[in-house]
């Protein structure tokens, strides 16, 4: 006769759950990351993006400095696609955002779902969640200091290929690789370099499976590391000189550069190889051969581009080539699968399943509250039917600018306007469809990675600097030889031009002839 304990210790595992119930608590899931994390579609890049968008749909917007709007359209299907279901569905624009952005989100979940049943195929649904759950607690999470975070608040390409690459890596090791090659396939359309790296990733992935004992496994490491630099100092004496222009707009990216870095950013390069080195040591005997290839190779790649980083990425540097492919956002993806291991992982190895829940909605909580003083003064989630009510006063005034200015006025505002505290990020081109001369911050991105706008950017972007702080004699010659119509002042900067517009931040004046 068998004792209770013995009864529990042979008792059948507990059944998988259905689709229908993973369905249910994905798009539960789904609705929480977006209260939590929150959603602000014109803000930071996905204001770029969305001024790219505005422009496909509508040509004659941005008349001036048009090339800061179209250049990234050139690489992508991403602004053309949202087009296209703009004009599909009849939906204004920012419905279609954000109906998107509900997609991605819940895309990027079912991805890290479909690579759990893969690697920990033995492991309970109640452990798959967690690994779920923690990826939704920690959306908004920085990647080290590479200025990306593991998914943005807002739509942009890297919303759709994220989950994407996650889903080749997944087919990947299923060895299902038509369906692999179909995802990466479309997210090189969205976002060629993100793709890039996902490939790259396949590669190290099918290497490390093709190369069992782990010495083997180190040797083919070693290998592609050499192969690595090798490539990257070829591409290094291969560029082209750079203006000096150009070499102003590299060094204003301090996230290029490791040396620039915080050293908590350094450590961010650090702690995922000790999660994944934690992880092949307390479950060893216990991992899936496809999990612990998965392990190796994220430990493998996280070298690699920190090696290369570290010896081609200088802003002392003649040439920024290498430093402007960002190497190191192949920490994205190394990011994204630590998370959703890790999550499983303290659900099977805790005592107290419970306590482990409580710790992710703590840190959930705490995401949320970090998000709320980086947008202090926006909505948590802008809805598109409030988009004109935004308390926001920066937002308030680019929308005045957008009803009571002429369709090709030229605006000025701070070079780093969207530095400023309170501003939330939120870009003014998006919002008040009508141009602006380059600014210091965003369009500075775009002048670092196409050098053929940097002649362009640098001079505008100086104009700009402490514009509210000057008075009218020094603002009016650094502003009227680029034909500026109207500039975005705060609101007690000296001026003598009429302000239509005033609130309690800032104010939308006209540099009258």
Not at 132 to 155: K, N
Not at 227 to 251: K, V
Not at 293 to 320: R, Y
Not at 368 to 394: I, K, M
Request: hydrophobic letters at 50%; a positive charge; aromatic letters at 10%.
């Amino acid at each position: 006769m068998t004792t209770p304990q013995q009864d529990k210790s042979t008792a059948a595992p507990p059944k998988p759950w259905s689709k229908r119930t993973w369905a249910a608590w994905l798009c539960t899931l789904t609705c929480c990351t977006l209260l939590i994390h929150g959603y602000h579609p014109l803000a930071e890049d996905g204001g770029l993006y969305v001024a790219g968008i505005q422009y496909t749909l509508d040509p004659a917007l941005f008349p001036h400095y048009t090339a800061f709007v179209r250049e990234h359209l050139r690489f992508s299907i991403f602004a053309p696609a949202v087009a296209a279901a703009v004009h599909v569905t009849h939906l204004p624009l920012l419905w279609v955002l954000f109906l998107l952005d509900i997609l991605s989100i819940w895309l990027t979940l079912f991805s890290a779902r479909q690579m759990l049943r893969r690697i920990l195929p033995s492991a309970s649904s109640a452990a798959h969640l967690a690994g779920v759950v923690l990826l939704a607690a920690w959306w908004t999470m920085p990647i080290a200091g590479t200025s990306l975070l593991l998914m943005d608040p807002y739509l942009t390409a890297r919303s759709f290929s994220t989950p994407l690459s996650l889903l080749a890596i997944a087919y990947t090791l299923d060895t299902s690789y038509m369906r692999a090659g179909l995802c990466l396939a479309l997210a090189a359309l969205l976002h060629p370099l993100m793709a890039a790296y996902a490939l790259a990733f396949l590669v190290v992935l099918l290497l490390s499976r093709a190369t069992r004992p782990l010495k083997a496994r180190i040797l083919s490491w070693l290998a592609l590391t050499v192969a690595a630099l090798a490539l990257a100092a070829l591409l290094q004496s291969l560029a082209a000189p750079e203006s000096s222009a150009y070499r102003a707009a590299a060094i204003t990216r301090y996230y290029w550069f490791l040396s620039q870095w915080q050293w908590y950013e350094r450590f961010g390069l650090l702690g995922p190889l000790a999660v994944f080195a934690g992880i092949l040591y307390l479950r060893r005997g216990k991992l899936s051969e496809n999990a612990i290839t998965l392990c190796h190779a994220c430990l493998a790649l996280a070298v690699i581009a920190t090696l290369t980083a570290g010896f081609f990425a200088h802003e002392s540097s003649a040439i920024h080539l290498v430093a402007r492919l960002q190497v190191l956002r192949l920490y994205l993806l190394i990011y994204a699968i630590m998370t959703i291991l890790l999550g499983t992982t303290l659900y099977q190895t805790s005592k107290r399943p419970r306590l482990i829940a409580a710790a992710i909605l703590a840190m959930a909580a705490i995401m949320f509250y970090v998000q709320r003083q980086s947008f202090s003064l926006s909505p948590q989630v802008e809805l598109p039917w409030r988009a004109d009510s935004n308390p926001n006063p920066w937002v308030q005034a680019f929308v005045w600018a957008r009803n009571n200015t002429p369709r090709d006025a030229l605006f000025a505002l701070d070079a780093k306007y969207v530095n400023t505290n309170g501003e939330d990020a939120q870009t003014f081109r998006a919002t008040a469809l009508r141009s602006a001369l380059p600014d210091y911050s965003k369009d500075g991105g775009e002048a670092s990675i196409t050098p053929a706008l940097a002649p362009t950017w640098q001079p505008a972007a100086d104009a700009q600097r402490d514009l509210s702080q000057l008075n009218d004699t020094t603002r009016d010659a650094r502003l009227r030889p680029f034909g500026i119509t109207w500039m975005v002042l705060h609101a007690n900067a000296q001026t003598a031009h009429p302000c239509p517009y005033v609130n309690r931040t800032v104010k939308v004046c006209s540099l009258t002839p």
